[in-house]
């Protein structure tokens, strides 16, 4: 058993636990609108708690390929009053998807159990509010910015550079407080990443758990299952799957995905392969 405090919670993560999204955005790429009400963002909780999530992810600010940026305030008022909801009615660990140290502070103060950054705690004051709140901390890597991020992607190594990168901001976190035992890795699947880049990071995902860290990979419908498998945004569900399934055999243990219940099954099936005796 290898169990993490998420707020008021803790996972146990030796085994793989499912993190549910929940896009309370006009523009994110798969359901961008369908979830802004208050009434439609917790009868989408509800459905992905009943289905097997461990974690609902709650994002205010689109990070596909190109997306604009949102005033500090846009996000707060997308996020905070879904984050209190979701606490007061279920009984499950809130993740934010954010890089904004204003929400971060509310959304601790309301019941978050993850900080969910895909820019690693850069922007400012974010590592000092992060370190404030003594939650657990996903750091991602991203190349560039989502306006810019898919222009012409280059590394000297993709693999070396992105844990280099990460290793980097864990230092950060250290000198800020933040104990390494809060800390998760993202290698940043499709931020700033060719078919390729992708390709080698899931192939090499073992690198990333043996710096000491657990892992998520968050792929869900992202446009590399459509590149290498030539499928339309709805259709990439099983192209998905694979994908989650390959990552989890080389030691993640979260997964940020849309459907939530195929891959609970999935994923509950592996682990009990791989732990029988």
């Known amino acids: 058993m290898s169990l993490m405090p998420f707020g008021d919670k803790s996972l146990d993560l030796s085994l793989p636990h499912v993190m549910g999204i929940l896009n309370v955005t006009p523009d994110s790429f798969s359901d961008g609108g369908a979830f802004n009400s208050l009434d439609a963002a917790l009868r989408q909780s509800e459905k992905m708690i009943q289905e097997g999530a461990s974690i609902i992810d709650v994002g205010g600010e689109s990070t596909r390929p190109g997306a604009a940026p949102v005033s500090i305030q846009q996000e707060l008022d997308r996020v905070l009053p879904i984050v209190e909801a979701i606490k007061k009615r279920f009984d499950i660990v809130v993740s934010v998807d954010t890089s904004t140290t204003e929400v971060i502070r509310g959304a601790a103060l309301l019941g978050m159990g993850l900080i969910n950054d895909v820019r690693a705690l850069e922007r400012e004051g974010a590592l000092l509010a992060a370190a404030e709140t003594n939650l657990p901390i996903c750091l991602m890597h991203m190349k560039g910015m989502p306006q810019t991020m898919q222009d012409r992607p280059d590394y000297v190594s993709v693999v070396d550079d992105v844990m280099s990168y990460l290793m980097s901001r864990v230092v ?16 940043g699947i499709g931020f700033g990443k060719t078919l390729a880049h992708n390709l080698l990071l899931l192939k090499h995902t073992e690198v990333f758990k043996g710096m000491g860290f657990e892992v998520l990979i968050g792929l869900s419908r992202k446009t590399m299952i459509g590149e290498a498998l030539g499928l339309p945004v ?44």
């Open 234 to 277: 709805e259709e990439r569900l099983y192209g998905t799957m694979g994908a989650n399934a390959s990552a989890y055999l080389k030691g993640a243990r979260i997964f940020r995905v849309h459907d939530v219940r195929p891959h609970v099954e999935m994923l509950a099936l592996m682990s009990r392969i791989e732990r029988e005796i």
């Open 172 to 187: 950060q976190c250290e000198l800020m407080g933040i104990h390494r035992s809060r800390l998760i890795l993202d290698p």
